[in-house]
């Protein structure tokens, strides 16, 4: 079955890059997202990437996407202790009308002041 | 446009009962999808349901179960409660128009069970 693997923890500096990595087995993914979960709140989608595309950037996101090595990273540029958080990497597969997401057990980053 | 919105927030019930939780969908959505949240197990697909339909359902017992109403709202049921169900249960509701139309999650049910 699909399965989705990130390493557990990351630390950074404050105003540093933080990359954040992400490796799926479905080759049949369709759509690979990105989300950010704080203390006690739920998931927020912070970006996602289809699967025929290389790179897709947003503001201080960037995502890239080895298809070949079905390798998935987030990149955060100019880390603020504001993106201490867990991240989860997840996959849709492609099964017609499928919505259902596969996640990985996600990253905690934490941002040194 | 109000988000996803899940009730109540916080939940302690005993073993043996039974729970019913509550997702309110993004005004439009049509597909509500729900999550099991746990520390050891990660993030595990529960069910979607779309147009009051149940589209897809995860690996779990028939003691969970859920349906859809005409207006999106979803629920989900729990009975004959467990401890291991103790988890955060989160609720995402999708526009569904297209393959590409991202989950919105809401804040989750912290279900504790003693």
Redesign the interface.
Known sequence: GEDVEQSLFLSVREGDSSVINCTYTDSSS??L?W?KQEP??????LT?I?SNMDMKQDQRLTVLLNKKDKHLSLRIADTQTGDSAIY?C?E?D?GA??????????TKLSVIP | KAGVTQTPRYLIKTRGQQVTLSCSPISGHRSVSWYQQTPGQGLQFLFEYFSETQRNKGNFPGRFSGRQFSNSRSEMNVSTLELGDSALYLCASSLADRVASPLHFGNGTRLTVT
Request: charged fraction near 10%.
């Open positions: 369709t759509y997202y989300y006690g709140a739920g998931l927020q989608l996602y289809f989860f997840a849709k492609s009308g499928s919505y259902q997401l596969t996640f990985g057990k996600g």
